[in-house]
Protein backbone atom coordinates (compact mmCIF):
# COMPACT_ATOMS: atom_id res chain seq x y z
CA UNK A 1 0.00 0.00 0.00
CA UNK A 2 1.14 3.35 -0.78
CA UNK A 3 0.20 6.92 1.05
CA UNK A 4 0.86 10.01 -1.34
CA UNK A 5 2.12 12.87 0.78
CA UNK A 6 2.19 16.79 -0.15
CA UNK A 7 0.69 18.67 -3.02
CA UNK A 8 -2.56 17.53 -3.96
CA UNK A 9 -2.10 18.03 -7.61
CA UNK A 10 0.57 15.38 -7.71
CA UNK A 11 -1.85 12.40 -6.62
CA UNK A 12 -2.87 11.72 -10.15
CA UNK A 13 0.44 10.61 -11.36
CA UNK A 14 1.03 8.70 -8.12
CA UNK A 15 -2.44 7.01 -8.35
CA UNK A 16 -1.06 6.08 -12.21
CA UNK A 17 2.20 5.11 -11.26
CA UNK A 18 0.90 3.08 -8.19
CA UNK A 19 -1.80 1.01 -9.80
CA UNK A 20 0.97 0.33 -12.83
CA UNK A 21 3.74 -0.85 -10.30
CA UNK A 22 0.67 -3.46 -8.73
CA UNK A 23 -0.52 -1.94 -5.07
CA UNK A 24 -3.52 -3.14 -3.68
CA UNK A 25 -4.02 0.12 -2.25
CA UNK A 26 -3.71 3.96 -2.70
CA UNK A 27 -4.21 5.72 0.83
CA UNK A 28 -4.81 9.44 1.09
CA UNK A 29 -4.37 11.28 4.38
CA UNK A 30 -6.28 14.55 5.46
CA UNK A 31 -6.04 17.70 7.85
CA UNK A 32 -7.86 20.46 7.44
CA UNK A 33 -4.85 23.10 8.81
CA UNK A 34 -1.75 21.16 9.66
CA UNK A 35 2.58 21.61 9.83
CA UNK A 36 2.81 20.47 6.35
CA UNK A 37 0.80 20.46 3.34
CA UNK A 38 -1.97 17.94 3.82
CA UNK A 39 -5.09 17.36 0.99
CA UNK A 40 -8.71 16.26 1.46
CA UNK A 41 -8.60 12.98 1.07
CA UNK A 42 -12.45 13.03 -0.49
CA UNK A 43 -11.24 15.53 -3.30
CA UNK A 44 -7.75 13.47 -3.68
CA UNK A 45 -9.10 10.11 -4.01
CA UNK A 46 -11.94 10.94 -6.26
CA UNK A 47 -9.43 12.59 -8.93
CA UNK A 48 -7.70 9.24 -8.07
CA UNK A 49 -10.69 7.36 -9.21
CA UNK A 50 -10.89 8.72 -12.74
CA UNK A 51 -7.43 7.95 -13.19
CA UNK A 52 -7.88 4.28 -12.32
CA UNK A 53 -9.14 1.25 -12.80
CA UNK A 54 -7.96 -1.24 -10.08
CA UNK A 55 -6.45 0.00 -6.86
CA UNK A 56 -8.56 0.56 -4.30
CA UNK A 57 -8.58 3.80 -2.53
CA UNK A 58 -8.63 4.08 1.20
CA UNK A 59 -8.63 7.30 3.26
CA UNK A 60 -6.28 7.52 5.80
CA UNK A 61 -7.75 8.65 7.68
CA UNK A 62 -10.20 11.04 7.38
CA UNK A 63 -10.74 13.55 10.31
CA UNK A 64 -14.08 12.11 11.01
CA UNK A 65 -14.82 14.86 14.15
CA UNK A 66 -14.95 17.81 12.02
CA UNK A 67 -17.34 17.10 9.52
CA UNK A 68 -21.00 17.00 10.31
CA UNK A 69 -21.69 13.18 10.21
CA UNK A 70 -24.17 13.24 7.11
CA UNK A 71 -22.04 14.87 5.43
CA UNK A 72 -18.95 12.62 5.63
CA UNK A 73 -21.88 9.72 4.63
CA UNK A 74 -22.93 11.81 1.36
CA UNK A 75 -19.31 12.24 0.30
CA UNK A 76 -17.93 8.64 1.26
CA UNK A 77 -21.31 7.05 -0.71
CA UNK A 78 -20.71 9.62 -4.16
CA UNK A 79 -16.88 8.20 -3.69
CA UNK A 80 -17.98 4.96 -3.79
CA UNK A 81 -19.91 5.35 -6.72
CA UNK A 82 -17.77 6.98 -8.97
CA UNK A 83 -14.48 4.77 -8.04
CA UNK A 84 -17.24 1.81 -9.09
CA UNK A 85 -16.65 0.68 -5.33
CA UNK A 86 -13.02 0.73 -4.87
CA UNK A 87 -13.68 3.32 -1.58
CA UNK A 88 -12.25 2.25 1.74
CA UNK A 89 -13.29 4.77 5.02
CA UNK A 90 -10.63 5.11 6.80
CA UNK A 91 -11.34 7.51 9.83
CA UNK A 92 -9.36 9.32 12.86
CA UNK A 93 -10.08 11.48 15.52
CA UNK A 94 -7.07 13.84 15.39
CA UNK A 95 -6.12 15.92 17.80
CA UNK A 96 -2.60 17.00 17.33
CA UNK A 97 -3.13 20.13 15.67
CA UNK A 98 -6.18 21.84 17.59
CA UNK A 99 -5.93 24.89 15.35
CA UNK A 100 -7.96 22.69 12.56
CA UNK A 101 -11.03 22.02 15.53
CA UNK A 102 -10.94 25.48 16.64
CA UNK A 103 -10.97 26.65 12.84
CA UNK A 104 -14.06 24.88 11.87
CA UNK A 105 -16.03 25.23 15.62
CA UNK A 106 -16.03 21.86 16.83
CA UNK A 107 -14.09 21.25 20.89
CA UNK A 108 -11.39 19.18 20.14
CA UNK A 109 -12.30 17.71 23.43
CA UNK A 110 -15.46 15.88 21.86
CA UNK A 111 -13.85 14.36 19.31
CA UNK A 112 -14.22 10.76 20.69
CA UNK A 113 -17.60 11.40 21.28
CA UNK A 114 -18.24 13.01 17.97
CA UNK A 115 -16.97 10.06 16.11
CA UNK A 116 -18.30 7.64 17.76
CA UNK A 117 -21.81 9.33 17.20
CA UNK A 118 -20.61 9.82 13.43
CA UNK A 119 -20.12 6.36 12.93
CA UNK A 120 -23.51 5.11 14.70
CA UNK A 121 -25.25 7.97 12.32
CA UNK A 122 -23.10 6.67 8.79
CA UNK A 123 -23.29 2.84 9.05
CA UNK A 124 -27.16 3.50 9.25
CA UNK A 125 -26.96 5.60 6.55
CA UNK A 126 -25.15 3.57 4.54
CA UNK A 127 -27.81 0.72 5.01
CA UNK A 128 -30.20 2.55 3.86
CA UNK A 129 -32.10 3.49 6.90
CA UNK A 130 -34.13 6.34 7.69
CA UNK A 131 -32.48 8.64 9.98
CA UNK A 132 -33.44 11.40 12.18
CA UNK A 133 -32.26 14.58 12.39
CA UNK A 134 -33.93 17.32 14.74
CA UNK A 135 -37.18 15.80 13.47
CA UNK A 136 -36.22 16.14 10.34
CA UNK A 137 -36.24 11.96 8.64
CA UNK A 138 -34.11 11.64 5.95
CA UNK A 139 -32.06 8.54 3.97
CA UNK A 140 -29.16 8.59 2.39
CA UNK A 141 -29.65 8.27 -1.83
CA UNK A 142 -27.76 7.24 -3.95
CA UNK A 143 -26.62 4.63 -1.47
CA UNK A 144 -22.96 3.50 -1.68
CA UNK A 145 -22.10 1.23 -4.21
CA UNK A 146 -20.28 -2.01 -2.12
CA UNK A 147 -23.01 -3.24 0.39
CA UNK A 148 -23.80 -2.99 3.01
CA UNK A 149 -20.59 -0.48 2.74
CA UNK A 150 -17.93 0.43 1.76
CA UNK A 151 -15.33 -0.89 4.56
CA UNK A 152 -14.03 1.14 7.46
CA UNK A 153 -10.64 1.37 8.82
CA UNK A 154 -10.62 3.07 12.20
CA UNK A 155 -7.44 4.15 13.14
CA UNK A 156 -5.67 5.51 16.47
CA UNK A 157 -3.17 4.58 19.16
CA UNK A 158 -5.19 4.36 22.57
CA UNK A 159 -7.48 1.86 23.80
CA UNK A 160 -11.05 4.05 22.70
CA UNK A 161 -9.81 3.40 19.10
CA UNK A 162 -9.50 -0.66 19.65
CA UNK A 163 -13.19 -0.17 20.98
CA UNK A 164 -14.54 1.68 18.41
CA UNK A 165 -12.72 -0.37 16.25
CA UNK A 166 -14.76 -3.59 17.78
CA UNK A 167 -17.92 -1.97 17.68
CA UNK A 168 -17.81 -0.04 14.00
CA UNK A 169 -14.79 -1.48 12.23
CA UNK A 170 -13.45 -3.66 9.65
CA UNK A 171 -10.08 -3.07 10.27
CA UNK A 172 -7.80 -1.34 12.73
CA UNK A 173 -4.69 0.96 11.88
CA UNK A 174 -2.54 2.17 14.48
CA UNK A 175 0.31 4.76 13.38
CA UNK A 176 3.99 4.47 15.54
CA UNK A 177 2.74 1.42 16.54
CA UNK A 178 5.42 -1.52 17.39
CA UNK A 179 4.43 -4.84 16.51
CA UNK A 180 4.36 -6.16 20.40
CA UNK A 181 2.01 -3.53 20.76
CA UNK A 182 0.15 -4.43 17.61
CA UNK A 183 -0.34 -7.55 18.81
CA UNK A 184 -1.83 -6.29 22.24
CA UNK A 185 -4.56 -4.20 20.94
CA UNK A 186 -5.82 -6.65 18.34
CA UNK A 187 -6.46 -8.74 21.08
CA UNK A 188 -8.45 -5.88 22.62
CA UNK A 189 -10.20 -5.29 19.76
CA UNK A 190 -11.50 -8.80 19.28
CA UNK A 191 -12.60 -8.45 22.73
CA UNK A 192 -14.53 -5.39 22.03
CA UNK A 193 -16.06 -6.97 18.51
CA UNK A 194 -16.96 -9.94 20.57
CA UNK A 195 -18.66 -7.94 22.96
CA UNK A 196 -20.87 -6.27 20.13
CA UNK A 197 -21.81 -9.30 18.87
CA UNK A 198 -19.38 -8.75 15.64
CA UNK A 199 -17.23 -10.91 13.46
CA UNK A 200 -13.17 -10.66 13.44
CA UNK A 201 -11.90 -7.24 12.66
CA UNK A 202 -8.53 -7.23 10.83
CA UNK A 203 -5.42 -5.71 11.52
CA UNK A 204 -3.35 -3.30 9.86
CA UNK A 205 -0.68 -0.97 10.54
CA UNK A 206 0.26 2.47 9.44
CA UNK A 207 4.02 2.69 8.79
CA UNK A 208 6.25 5.82 8.03
CA UNK A 209 9.14 3.99 6.35
CA UNK A 210 12.69 4.78 5.43
CA UNK A 211 14.72 2.07 2.53
CA UNK A 212 17.54 2.84 0.99
CA UNK A 213 20.91 0.76 -0.28
CA UNK A 214 22.50 3.15 2.11
CA UNK A 215 20.79 1.44 5.30
CA UNK A 216 22.65 4.33 7.92
CA UNK A 217 21.21 7.16 5.37
CA UNK A 218 17.96 6.09 4.61
CA UNK A 219 17.10 6.11 8.99
CA UNK A 220 18.97 9.79 8.63
CA UNK A 221 16.82 10.68 6.17
CA UNK A 222 13.72 9.28 7.82
CA UNK A 223 14.34 10.66 10.63
CA UNK A 224 14.64 14.37 9.44
CA UNK A 225 11.86 14.31 7.33
CA UNK A 226 9.55 12.89 10.09
CA UNK A 227 10.81 15.60 12.87
CA UNK A 228 10.07 18.09 10.25
CA UNK A 229 6.45 17.05 9.48
CA UNK A 230 5.81 16.32 13.43
CA UNK A 231 7.70 19.69 14.92
CA UNK A 232 9.79 17.19 17.18
CA UNK A 233 13.16 15.16 17.31
CA UNK A 234 12.42 11.55 15.62
CA UNK A 235 15.49 9.84 16.50
CA UNK A 236 14.63 8.35 19.86
CA UNK A 237 11.32 7.17 17.96
CA UNK A 238 12.60 5.30 14.77
CA UNK A 239 14.32 2.48 15.77
CA UNK A 240 10.98 2.05 17.63
CA UNK A 241 8.11 3.01 15.16
CA UNK A 242 9.62 3.30 11.79
CA UNK A 243 10.93 0.89 9.63
CA UNK A 244 14.11 1.98 8.25
CA UNK A 245 17.25 0.91 6.21
CA UNK A 246 18.66 -1.34 3.62
CA UNK A 247 15.40 -3.28 1.74
CA UNK A 248 16.40 -6.11 3.58
CA UNK A 249 16.44 -4.73 6.55
CA UNK A 250 13.02 -2.70 6.39
CA UNK A 251 11.89 -6.58 5.30
CA UNK A 252 12.79 -7.98 8.24
CA UNK A 253 10.67 -5.69 10.26
CA UNK A 254 7.51 -5.34 8.64
CA UNK A 255 7.67 -9.16 9.02
CA UNK A 256 7.47 -9.13 12.56
CA UNK A 257 4.16 -6.51 12.11
CA UNK A 258 2.41 -9.27 9.80
CA UNK A 259 3.11 -12.29 12.42
CA UNK A 260 2.08 -9.47 15.12
CA UNK A 261 -1.11 -9.77 13.07
CA UNK A 262 -1.37 -6.73 10.39
CA UNK A 263 -2.81 -8.36 7.15
CA UNK A 264 -2.37 -4.73 5.59
CA UNK A 265 0.37 -2.09 5.83
CA UNK A 266 0.39 1.39 4.49
CA UNK A 267 3.64 2.19 3.63
CA UNK A 268 4.62 5.81 3.40
CA UNK A 269 7.72 6.87 2.42
CA UNK A 270 9.92 9.18 5.20
CA UNK A 271 12.22 10.58 2.88
CA UNK A 272 12.80 13.95 1.44
CA UNK A 273 10.53 14.83 -2.05
CA UNK A 274 13.62 14.24 -4.27
CA UNK A 275 14.00 11.10 -3.05
CA UNK A 276 10.18 9.65 -3.29
CA UNK A 277 9.73 8.55 -6.64
CA UNK A 278 12.53 6.55 -6.01
CA UNK A 279 11.84 4.45 -2.39
CA UNK A 280 8.31 4.32 -4.14
CA UNK A 281 10.05 1.95 -6.80
CA UNK A 282 12.13 0.46 -3.95
CA UNK A 283 9.08 -0.90 -2.31
CA UNK A 284 7.37 -1.96 -5.15
CA UNK A 285 10.09 -3.81 -6.63
CA UNK A 286 11.39 -5.38 -3.66
CA UNK A 287 9.79 -4.83 -0.23
CA UNK A 288 6.38 -5.25 -1.01
CA UNK A 289 7.02 -8.84 -3.38
CA UNK A 290 9.13 -9.82 -0.48
CA UNK A 291 6.30 -9.37 1.81
CA UNK A 292 3.60 -11.24 -0.04
CA UNK A 293 6.21 -14.38 -0.34
CA UNK A 294 6.58 -14.68 3.07
CA UNK A 295 5.22 -17.74 4.06
Not at 283 to 291: D, G, N, Q, T
Amino acid sequence: MLAPQGDPAEVVGAARRAEELGFDFLACGEHVFFHSPTPNAFVALAAAAGATSRIRLLSALTILPVYPAALAAKMAATLDRVSGGRFDLGIGVGGEFPAEFAAVDVPVTRRGRRTDEALDVLTRLFAGERVSFDGHEVTLDPLPLQRPRPPIWVGGRKEASMRRAGRFGDVWVPYMYSPEQLAAGLATVAASAAEHGRGPVEGAVFCWTGAGRDGPAARRAAVETLGAVYRQDFGPLADRYVPGGTPEQVVARLREYVDAGARSIVLVPACPDTDRAAMVELFAHEIVPALRSSP
